[in-house]
């Protein structure tokens, strides 16, 4: 393991008064992209929220690091739905935020905001709503804008959900050029299987309020446990993996 | 005895909400814009709030200014006093129908718009996705919207003040062949400006005030679900109509002592 951004240690989480995890350790190793998996309703982005700060878990430990030490870590969230606001353009939603916590010139705004909108081929689209955008144009967007304020590690809820498999391919890239140009740290909540094997470096699988296997692609696809085993299934075999 | 119960717990309930959004006003009445994107908020809500009201107001303050019109001339009618009809309406509208009126229409209209479009922001993810990058949702979504509706009231009543007048000169004029000048000389003799348009508009703070917490509270704490928001506007309606009326019945016992 190289250094961990984020440990958390023996981690209950409820959802109301249902138990959602029990008992489980995470670690989080900065710059590289962490998957986890597991069926719908296992309570994958309940995960999510607790690890980015959205909601707190009953009891256990999470440490954040990052290089520095100094500083919080800031973090971006690119949610299942996408979350744009509506009534702001692409432009708007992505320059929110800097506008927001910084006291630019609108020319450097623009440019940063038109730089963000580049590295997700969206800045043809700048100018448009929400509304006038499809699906995959929605997802490029909110990742345009989870990026904005150049995070340290970036959570992605769900980022191949409703998306056709041309698509779905385009994000996976789009996410490992964001860790390779942000220097970022990436945690994918998903249940797509086949690109989750080629971008992630490592993979936390969950099974009934705990982890039912972790370790990197490889590690995780030797695993003899059947409930692992039928998850990935269609998958196992004759398919490229990340090492 | 399950009644009594049924009351109780209502109460309690009720009395529950109430502290609630005692506290929820307390929180958003001070959470100041200091950011220029924040206080850009404000200009968009009154836009939105107010602007886009001014014709259903100016609309409806036609037909009650000619309604009252008729009526009065009804009335003033039976009295031989219909040289006092530009007085009746006036001090109708001004004192009474126009602050209450208007309070209501704009509950209908933009109320109800508040809360739905809080609520869809929660449902959507927007409210979490605006915190996730650290900003602000009291001052950045609810007190822009607060202080838009304690703006725009006073003067979306203005001119349903305005307008029914008009309305009522128009019908006293081509429909009741009424003489237009003490139509107007009435007004002008019986109704003051500080006594009756301003304790009116006075009114309209609290008004704005009620109309804007409740469609907040409803708005941020409806459920995730299109229906969680339909019941939410359904109750910042009924719930800020009530209010409002109730509370206008409060000031207007205090002013009629006062003034």
């Avoid at chain 1, 996410?175 to 690109?195: F, G, Q, R």
């Avoid at chain 2, 509706?149 to 203005?158: D, E, K, R, V």
Wanted: proline share 3%; net charge positive.
């Amino acid at each position: 393991m190289n250094t961990p951004l984020i440990q958390a240690k023996n981690l209950h989480i409820y959802h109301d008064s249902q138990c959602i995890f029990r008992n489980i350790d995470i670690t989080i190793e900065a710059n590289k992209t962490t998957a986890f998996m597991g069926p719908s309703g296992v309570g994958k982005s309940s995960l999510l929220q607790v690890l980015s700060g959205q909601k707190k878990q009953r009891s256990g430990k999470i440490l954040h690091t990052n290089k520095a030490n100094t500083q919080p870590l800031k973090t971006g969230i690119l949610f299942q739905n996408n979350a744009l606001l509506l009534h702001l353009t692409v432009f708007e939603n992505v320059a929110l935020p800097i506008r927001y916590h910084f006291q630019l010139p609108e020319e450097l705004v623009h440019e940063l905001v038109m730089m963000k909108l580049h590295a997700v081929n969206l800045a043809h689209a700048c100018e448009l709503y929400p509304e006038q955008l499809s699906g995959g144009m929605s997802r490029r967007a909110a990742i345009a804008r989870s990026i904005a304020l150049d995070p340290n590690i970036i959570f992605y809820d769900e980022p191949f959900a409703g998306q056709d498999p041309i698509n779905a391919e385009s994000i996976a890239k789009l996410i490992k050029k964001m860790n390779t140009y942000l220097d970022a740290t990436s945690i994918i909540i998903t249940h797509e299987v086949h690109l989750t094997l080629q971008l992630a470096d490592y993979i936390y699988i969950f099974d009934k309020q705990r982890i039912a296997s972790q370790g990197k692609p490889k590690e995780v696809l030797q695993d003899d446990n059947a409930f692992v085993r039928s998850f990935l299934s269609p998958n196992i075999n004759n398919r490229s993996v990340n090492n | 005895m399950s009644f009594i119960k049924n009351i109780y717990h209502q109460a309690v309930s009720g009395t529950r909400h109430l502290g609630k959004m005692s506290l929820f006003l307390i929180n958003v009445a001070s959470s100041i814009p200091k950011k220029k994107v924040e206080g850009y908020q404000i200009i968009l809500q009154t836009y939105y709030i107010g602007a886009q009201t001014i014709s259903i107001i100016v609309l409806s303050a036609l037909f009650v200014g000619s309604v009252l019109a008729i009526q009065g001339n009804y009335i003033l009618g039976m009295f031989a006093a219909t040289d006092q009809l530009g007085q009746f309406v006036a001090l109708s509208v001004f004192r009474e129908l126009g602050p209450v009126i208007t309070a209501l229409l704009f509950i209908g209209r933009s109320g109800s718009t508040i809360t739905s479009e809080v609520g869809i922001m929660k449902l959507t993810d927007q409210i979490n996705a605006l915190k996730s990058m650290n900003i602000s949702i009291s001052k950045y979504i609810l007190f822009p919207r607060f202080i838009s509706a304690i703006i725009s009231l006073p003067l979306l009543t203005m001119l349903f003040n305005a307008f029914s007048i008009v309305g009522a000169y128009i019908i006293s004029h081509y429909s009741l062949r009424l003489d237009t000048g003490l139509f107007l000389i009435s007004i002008h003799r019986y109704v003051s400006f500080w006594d009756d348009a301003m304790a009116g508009l006075f009114k309209t703070l609290f008004f704005g005030t009620i109309a804007a917490t409740i469609a907040l509270y409803y708005g941020i704490n409806s459920s995730n679900s299109s229906p969680g928001v339909a019941e939410a506007s359904t109750k910042t309606v009924v719930y800020s109509s009530i209010v409002v009326l109730l509370c206008d019945y409060i000031l207007t016992s205090m002013l009629m002592r006062l003034w």
